[in-house]
């Protein structure tokens, strides 16, 4: 290869080599990638192409170097913040050594539910820019998002193209922009919903800032403190998702989340919102955490720059001081743990303290300054520590009342009382007398916050399939027309399941399906061809 083309800014590598290829002269497009890659059963891949190292070698004095094909060319920087280094590491390498094949599945993307995207799609006030900039027309990146309707840019409505996103036929094909556009005729219509460019700018400024991984861990806790600054926290932590899920959907519209592939089951306690907000198991998809921190207020900027803090503990982070001053361990930060309740009065969280030493203390949160670590708001169990202090002081006749309250912690009034219980039933008659005042034995406070499990509920949908084919009907002609505006391409029933991401349920549940069937045999035995 004796010259290859400079790529331009946001251009995809697609791109580039059609670029490459127009200017070469090869009557064949497998010339072209025996050219590229030395090997002509390559296939042109527009989002994450394969065989990166093969093209390096052969550009003229290796004047591209890989990291800037992977980092400036492809879609990879979209997805790297939120897969984790190790799948990252995977998927790279599958691009520069290997064909590509696998990495939808590496990423999580084959069954994500968001909507994919079927052609290419293009600006036309880029078009325009472009050719008076560099002389041509070409795809950019951005505008291959999937999720992003609008240029970042100019704030237009993105074209579809005839070009496929994934060809299924002429797959060694590079197809220039500037083939197909030719004279714009298309009016140039500008974006009224706000929504809609603040989430192509966040993908974009994403795409370009190339971010490393964001751990999950702490991103959720990010998440969760947000949720609770907003009173969408329960006081044990747990998120109401009757009251987030119906504000979410009112912030960006059912209608553009169903457009979206992000429709949230408020029925459904494992929706994509579920999963994002609880502890990370599955892959998520960069569109869906740009939805929610669009809800939340919050920027990936200033996520990876530490401005935004996790999730608000009521009682700071552990370990917590035993405030027992019949102890000698008082003040020390022992206590590990906190069992977090609700005041029942206000709302307002409840921290109980155990210490090993059987004091156990609590107090209503939360908690503001350093003093309050000091605090007890109720002393609940005194434990077998304080009342030996209690019975050593007692024996010290020189001790005034006022003074052993004060050694403890306690009121004279709580001498008093402790000591006439321990002359008249031992240390015995204190703890049944701790028990009758709703005094609890450390066993009953367990270290861990939270111990209950939640009731699954599980909720059994019968589908109506009558609707459900009546639906179908109007889908396939509405798909049939949409072929037909789009170029070349054989109408089939395979390529209307594909289209309608119900290619299974055409191949299985046909026959519950008459008015669907009908149609795609008419369809089929007129052999339509789109032009």
């Known amino acids: 290869m004796i010259f290859f083309p400079p790529p331009f800014p946001d251009e995809l590598l697609y791109s580039v080599c059609a670029r490459y290829h127009a200017r070469s ?14 090997k002509r059963s390559v296939c042109a891949v527009t989002d994450f192409p394969g065989h990166l190292n093969d093209l390096y070698l052969r550009i003229p004095r290796q004047a591209i170097s890989i990291a800037t094909l992977l980092n400036n060319h492809t879609l990879l920087p979209y997805f790297r913040p939120y897969i984790s280094p190790e799948r990252y590491e995977g998927v790279t390498e599958d691009m520069v050594y290997g064909d590509g094949r696998s990495i939808y ?32 027309a070409y795809w950019h990146r951005c505008h291959q998002l999937t999720g992003v309707d609008v240029c970042p840019v100019h704030n237009s409505c993105l074209q579809s193209s005839s070009i496929q996103y994934a060809q299924r036929r002429n797959k060694h094909e590079f197809v220039m922009l500037e083939s197909i556009v030719g004279s714009l005729t298309h009016q140039i219509c500008s974006c009224e919903i706000d929504t809609k460019l603040l989430v192509a700018k966040k993908s974009e400024f994403l795409l370009n800032m190339n971010y490393p991984s964001i751990n999950t861990g702490a991103l959720r806790k990010i998440y969760l403190g947000r949720l609770n600054e907003m009173g969408m926290l329960t006081a044990n932590g747990h998120i109401r998702f009757q009251d987030l899920l119906p504000k979410f959907e009112s912030f960006f519209g059912q209608g553009y989340l169903f457009e979206q592939g992000c ?33 939340l207020d919050i920027d990936v ?39 977090i309740s609700r005041c029942y009065d206000t709302g307002k969280p409840v921290g109980t303290f155990s210490c090993n030493c059987g004091f156990v203390y609590s107090r209503r949160g939360p908690d503001i300054t350093l003093e309050d670590l000091t605090r007890i708001g109720r002393i609940k169990h005194f434990g077998s520590t304080w009342i030996e202090k209690l019975i050593e002081l007692n024996s010290n006749g020189a001790l005034s009342l006022r003074e052993k309250a004060r050694q403890l912690g306690v009121d004279a009034g709580t001498i008093k009382r402790q000591t006439y219980l321990l002359k008249t039933e031992g240390e015995k008659g204190i703890q049944k007398n701790s028990n009758s ?75 519950k399906l008459p008015l669907t069937k009908i149609k795609l045999e008419e369809i089929t035995r007129k052999s339509i061809k789109v032009r």
């Not at 069954?111 to 290419?120: E, M, Q, R």
């Not at 949230?264 to 994509?272: A, E, G, I, L, T």
């Open 25 to 38: 002269g090869n009557e064949n497009v497998k010339l072209t990638m025996r050219d590229l890659f030395g």
């Open 301 to 339: 900027s200033e996520i990876l720059q530490k401005k935004h803090e996790g999730l608000f503990h009521p009682f700071g982070e552990g370990p917590w001081p035993c405030l027992n001053r019949g102890a000698e361990h008082f003040g020390e930060h022992i206590i590990s743990n906190v069992r």
């Open 437 to 511: 005042s709703n005094a609890y034995s450390p066993k009953a406070y367990s270290p861990k916050v939270n111990n209950c499990k939640e009731k699954t509920t599980y909720i059994k949908i019968r589908v109506d399939w009558r609707k459900r084919d009546e639906f179908l009907t109007r889908e396939i002609n509405r798909i049939v027309d949409e072929m037909k505006n789009l170029g070349v391409v054989r109408v089939s029933r395979n390529e209307i399941g594909r289209r309608l991401q119900c290619s299974t349920m055409i191949r299985t549940q046909i026959n």
């Open 263 to 295: 429709v949230v089951d408020k029925k459904s306690q494992y929706s994509w919102l579920h999963k994002i907000l609880r502890k990370p198991r599955h892959a998520v998809h960069p569109l869906r955490h740009i939805l929610l921190q669009l809800f």
């Open 105 to 136: 599945m590496k990423m999580g993307l084959v069954a994500n539910g968001v909507k994919p995207l079927f052609h290419l799609r293009y600006c036309t006030s880029c078009v325009k820019e472009n050719r008076e900039v560099y002389g041509v």
